[in-house]
Structure formats: structure tokens, C-alpha cells
């Protein structure tokens, strides 16, 4: 009875200390990206708020209203940036652990899944960046009631500029996300496909309720949601089980 229990207490063990030491390695990726970036924070913070910096009247400033905001905000900044940064290493290690549980066919078809779903996310928050906030910022300022001096708190600033990269990484998922549904049988192409009225007004209410109450950002997330479906659909196609052709 006790070499039966200490059988099958040894693997989950060993899965808890192999988990714990990916963690490990996980958070020791972060941390060291952190150190080469912490000494660049300022520089990093100014990169983040240049969209809005640029689209603010002239003679106008971004604030600090917290005794320690001038450093929390970069700090933070830091912080979240190393995470971004570290994230296929980090993947990698997610990776390791559960890969040996796999199936082949699953293996095969998790690699391409983990890859695409780093350079989507990546590709949501440089969206934003680069298309979203020049226009978004401009529209916010340029609609500012006469008297009123658009002077940002930096701790806001990073917090609403953080929660639009995070919905616009998790916004340009989709395709990975009907590749999976698709893939494990949850549903179909051909449902999806009949779905779509739905699914375009589904993004139109995503978008208004994941950015700023304006009309332009809503847009700008709504539309490129509907062509990563689009996107997705045929990424789609490729994984589906045909029952009738492996029939015959």
C-alpha cells in the first residue's frame, strides 16, 4: 500500500517541481529584461506618450499629480514592457511543460498556434500605437471646450494607454481563437460563415465596449476584428476534420 502511494504521488511531484522551476525561469527572463530596460524607463515612457504629446496644444505639458508618479509611471512602464518582451520565452517555457502530454498531431499543430499568437498580439499593440492613438489623441484634443488646457497625469495616461494595448493584443487573437474552436470540433466553418452578421455587430459592440467612448477608435478595433475572422475562417479550413472524406 505505501509503494502504491508513493508510485502515484512521484509523477505529480515532478510535474509540480518541473512547473515551478519554469516559473522560475520565466520570472528570472523578466527580471533580467527589466534590468536592461529599467535605465531607458524615461526614454521608454516618452516613446509611449509621443502619440499623445504630439497631438497636444503647444505650450502644453503632461502632469504629475502623485508625489511619486514621475517614477511609479516609468517603473511600471518598465515592468509591463519587460513581460511583453520576455513573452516567447515565457511561451517557450509554457511550451516545455505541457508538450510531453501531447499528441503528435497536437504538437504539430500547438508550435504554429504559440508562434502566431506572439506576433498577432504584437501586431494589435503596434495597431494602436501607430494607427489608433495618433488619431484617437488628435480627436480627444481637438474637441476640448475653449479654456480648457488638455494637461494628461502620466499615471492616468499610462493606464488607459496599457488597457488599449492589452484589448487590441487580445482583439487580433481571433484567428487563433477559431483555429481552436475549429480544431477541436466546438463548432465549424460553416457555422461560423452563416454567423458572420453576427459576428460584425458582435465586433462593432466589442469595440465600443473596449476603447474610449468615441467613434473613431471603436471603429478602428471593430474593423480589423472583422477581417482577422475573416482571416480566421480560412486559417480555419485548413485544420477542420472532414468526417466524409476520411469515410470513403
Not at 502623485?66 to 511550451?95: C, R
Not at 495616461?157 to 470540433?185: K, M, N, Q, R
Not at 465586433?203 to 465596449?209: D, E, I, R, S
Not at 468615441?214 to 475562417?233: C, H, K, N, R, Y
Request: contains cysteine; glycine residues 4%.
Amino acid at each position: 500500500m505505501t509503494d502504491a502511494s508513493t508510485d502515484t504521488g512521484q509523477p505529480l511531484m515532478d510535474h509540480l517541481l518541473e512547473l515551478r522551476n519554469r516559473l522560475l525561469k520565466a520570472m528570472v527572463a523578466i527580471f533580467v529584461v527589466f534590468l536592461c530596460l529599467f535605465y531607458f524607463s524615461r526614454e521608454l515612457y516618452t516613446l509611449v506618450a509621443k502619440p499623445l504629446m504630439d497631438a497636444m496644444p503647444a505650450g502644453t505639458n503632461m502632469i504629475a499629480t502623485g508625489v511619486a508618479s514621475p517614477f511609479l509611471a516609468p517603473f511600471k512602464l518598465t515592468l509591463y514592457l519587460s513581460i511583453f518582451a520576455a513573452m516567447p520565452f515565457i511561451l517557450h517555457q509554457a511550451w516545455a511543460f505541457v508538450a510531453p502530454g501531447l499528441y503528435k498531431h497536437e504538437k504539430k499543430l500547438a508550435v504554429p498556434l504559440l508562434a502566431s499568437s506572439v506576433l498577432l498580439f504584437y501586431a494589435g499593440a503596434a495597431f494602436a500605437y501607430f494607427v489608433v492613438f495618433p488619431l484617437m489623441f488628435q480627436f480627444f484634443t481637438a474637441i476640448a471646450p475653449e479654456g480648457v488646457a488638455v494637461t494628461t497625469d502620466i499615471s492616468s495616461y499610462l493606464d488607459f494607454v496599457l488597457a488599449l494595448f492589452l484589448a487590441f493584443g487580445l482583439a487580433f487573437e481571433l484567428p487563433i481563437a477559431i483555429v481552436l474552436l475549429v480544431s477541436t470540433g466546438a463548432t465549424t466553418v460553416k457555422k461560423l460563415s452563416a454567423a458572420r452578421a453576427y459576428v460584425v455587430v458582435g465586433c462593432f459592440v466589442l469595440g465600443m465596449l473596449l476603447t474610449p467612448p468615441d467613434v473613431i477608435s471603436q471603429t478602428l478595433l471593430a474593423l480589423p476584428m472583422w477581417f482577422l475572422f475573416e482571416m480566421g475562417l480560412l486559417a480555419a479550413r485548413l485544420v477542420e476534420k472532414k468526417p466524409a472524406a476520411d469515410d470513403q
